[in-house]
């Protein structure tokens, strides 16, 4: 009895070893090279490439994609030049490098031929696509094997780079790892209606799977600083690049979608002088009408806010009619936004980023199914009124 005793807490012991001590085959994260960026470029090969070419370590491809990895610090050798192939000029807590081929699969296993270490994307934080290859390629094309790798997660940030995404995943300040610093900017758009709602990766699959248009938030960038300005707009069909939105049409944007978020208006007094608005709360409805074949909306905005900054306050007898006078001048402030921003959806782009579909496909399901196939092209000719209500809760205090 003592030895069954003895021999089942042995195996009771060999089973707990086995449970806790994992997959056989798992490697220890320090043998790993964690990227946490993916930038996406018109195809250029690096110095380093050519040479390696020139020397016969070439294969068969078209240089049609540059792919630049930025690798996360403590993963692998991070204190070196910040793109492959050039002179280091000091330490960073990053490294950049690229490879250029037509297959980002075989471009990622080609780094494989160069690094000790695999590359794992289980902490991917953003991509940047450059504006460049979104012309040529849909995004459809470009993330085909991104949407199909288990290691990437869904929940990666989608940018769009002005110019090449690997100036955005540069950064001047050595201290400073862009991946982290860009998606750390998303997090500012309650105090702007200039930044778009974060894109993840999962949604950007969803928005293209239904074929509808959609917005992509523009980075740009200037000796290694990066600033987040407009969006780009992709054609639903084709999932390429048609054109782009400024700072001010996002204002616009912002006014006619539903969630609440931080923005300003400004505009100047009677003296010149100027005077702030900022919205502390929104409530926007998207009215779709439908009579027969022809469909309308009305956008209702209400809006409250504090005055923030005025140049010069009148006297305090005077602040009633003042205030009512800047509310009526902020609302037709932004009711020329809405319009602005408006006229190039329906008139210079022919797109609905707007989600004006949205409203029309939950309140008319029956109109939307008749029209969803074509709506691009039907939301260029639908009448669309809108009016923006400002109310000034607080005055704020001045000293005369």
């Not at 690096?46 to 390696?52: L, P, S, W």
């Not at 081929?101 to 494989?112: E, K, M, N, W």
């Not at 290691?151 to 982290?180: E, Y």
């Not at 008139?347 to 707007?354: F, G, L, Q, R, S």
């Amino acid at each position: 009895m003592i030895h069954i005793r003895m021999l089942l807490r042995v195996i009771s012991v060999l089973s707990i070893l086995f449970v806790i001590s994992g997959c056989w085959s798992s490697r220890e994260i320090e043998d790993l090279s964690l990227y946490v960026g993916l930038g996406i470029d018109v195809g250029k090969e690096t110095e380093f490439e050519k040479d390696i070419a020139n020397q016969g370590g070439n294969y068969a491809k078209q240089n049609n994609v540059t792919a630049t990895v930025q690798i996360a610090p403590g993963s692998s050798n991070t204190q070196t030049s910040q793109q492959s192939g050039s002179p280091s000029s000091g330490k960073t807590s990053y490294s950049n490098e690229q490879l250029t081929g037509d297959s980002l699969l075989q471009i990622f296993r080609q780094f494989a031929l160069r690094r000790d270490r695999p590359l794992i994307g289980h902490h991917l934080k953003v991509i940047v696509i450059s504006k460049d290859i979104a012309k040529k390629y849909g995004l459809d094309q470009l993330l085909d094997f991104v949407l199909r790798d288990n290691d990437i997660r869904p929940n990666c940030l989608v940018l769009i780079s002005h110019h090449r995404a690997l100036d955005v995943l540069t950064s001047q300040d050595p201290s400073r790892i862009p991946a982290f610093y860009l998606t750390g900017i998303t997090n500012n758009s309650y105090l702007s209606n200039k930044i778009l709602d974060p894109v993840l990766l999962s949604k950007l699959d969803a928005q293209m799977q239904s074929g509808s248009s959609f917005l992509l938030q523009n980075v740009l960038n200037s000796n290694g600083e990066d600033k987040f300005s407009g969006a780009s707009i992709f054609d639903g069909k084709t999932t390429k690049f048609i054109g782009e939105l400024s700072q001010t049409d996002l204002e616009g944007l912002s006014w006619i979608r539903p969630k609440e978020k931080g923005g300003i208006l400004k505009t100047y007094n009677k003296a010149g002088f100027t005077v702030v608005y900022e919205m502390k709360k929104k409530k926007t409805k998207v009215i779709p009408k439908v009579v027969g074949n022809d469909i309308s909306f009305h956008v209702k905005v209400d809006s409250e806010g504090w005055l923030m900054e005025d140049w010069r306050a009148p006297e305090e007898e005077e602040k009633g009619a003042y205030l009512r006078e800047l509310e009526k001048e902020f609302s037709e402030l932004a009711e020329q936004q809405i319009r602005q921003v408006l006229y190039k959806l329906q008139h210079t782009y022919k797109v609905d980023v707007a989600d004006f579909r949205d409203s029309l496909r939950i309140k008319h399901p029956k109109t939307w199914k008749k029209v969803k196939n074509d709506w691009d092209k039907i939301f260029t000719t639908v009448p669309i009124t809108y009016d923006v209500k400002i109310t000034i809760t607080n005055p704020g205090s001045s000293t005369e």
